[in-house]
């Protein structure tokens, strides 16, 4: 605690995950609930296009997906990261559709820049943005539904 001030930016700096990945993600709850959704989509896809930023992401995820104590250190450190942030937001059922928003972000970075799926990775920022920024909303900050 007292080097890293918290358990996650201990984790994070083991996982050697820049402090501006966090920062980055964490800001994007910061502000108008309705940009919410494309605020985060366009902060996700922004670390992910950073190689700086996401060669460390990248190898994390790999070793993730052949080690389980990898796999079992990212899901904990990811539902930790989850805690933090789901308090912002005020919907039923907030942990899972943060975690849902998280998995969609998570597929279209694997898509992107492992998998190598063509028509995501020759797509702009600005594309895959306006594409599923409003599922993320739609996730994160649900539309009252009538009654």
Excluded: C
Excluded at 17 to 46: K, M, N
């Amino acid at each position: 605690m007292r080097l890293f001030g918290s358990k996650d930016a201990l984790f994070a700096e083991a996982l050697s995950i820049p402090a501006a990945v966090l920062t980055q993600l964490a800001s994007a709850f910061d502000g108008d609930s309705g940009e919410l959704g494309r605020r985060l989509t366009r902060a996700y896809l922004q670390v992910w296009d950073d190689p700086d930023l996401s060669a460390p992401l990248l190898a994390m995820l790999r070793s993730a997906m052949t080690n389980d104590i990898a796999a079992a250190q990212l899901g904990e450190f990811l539902q930790s990261r989850l805690r933090v942030l789901s308090p912002r937001l005020n919907s039923v059922d907030t942990d899972r559709r943060v975690a849902l928003a998280a998995s969609q972000l998570l597929g279209v970075a694997i898509s992107r820049h492992v998998v190598g799926v063509l028509s995501l990775t020759d797509a702009d920022l600005d594309t895959v943005v306006n594409l599923l920024a409003p599922s993320i909303q739609q996730l994160l900050v649900p539309r009252p539904t009538a009654t």
